[in-house]
């Protein structure tokens, strides 16, 4: 079983750019289908990004051209680059192992993390 900590949140200026980090203890990442998903204040969970263990990606279309998924498996530690960061962004971030397509990580399977908090104003 994997155990997983984010970080990397923080308050950000509209248009800005944010990198989180997700590391993974406990077992390897490489053979984990891997993601992020996230809870804003009054919606539902939204899967945002997700990466196989191929390396395959897929993307939320709220997200989609600004965020970017990416692993390092010798590290374990799994990354989301944010750019051009908007209001409707802020909320609570978190990563998921053994869920990475957008239905799996909106309803919260897999293990995940504590999260971490991104703010956009």
């Known amino acids: 079983q994997v155990q997983l900590v984010e970080s990397g949140g923080g308050s950000v200026q509209v248009g800005g750019s944010l990198r989180l980090s997700c590391v993974a203890s406990g077992d390897t990442i490489s053979r984990y289908c891997m993601g992020w998903f996230r809870q804003i204040p009054d919606k539902e969970r939204e899967g945002i990004a997700g990466i196989e263990s191929d390396g395959s990606t897929s993307y939320a279309d709220s997200v989609k051209g600004r965020f970017t998924i990416s692993k390092d498996s010798a590290k374990k530690i799994l990354y989301l680059q944010m750019n051009d960061l908007q209001p409707v962004d802020t909320g609570m971030y978190y990563c998921?192992?053994?869920?990475?397509?957008?239905?799996?990580?909106?309803?919260?399977?897999?293990?995940r993390g504590q999260g971490t908090q991104v703010t956009v104003s």
């Open positions: 998921a192992a053994d869920a990475c397509s957008l239905v799996q990580l909106s309803r919260g399977i897999g293990s």
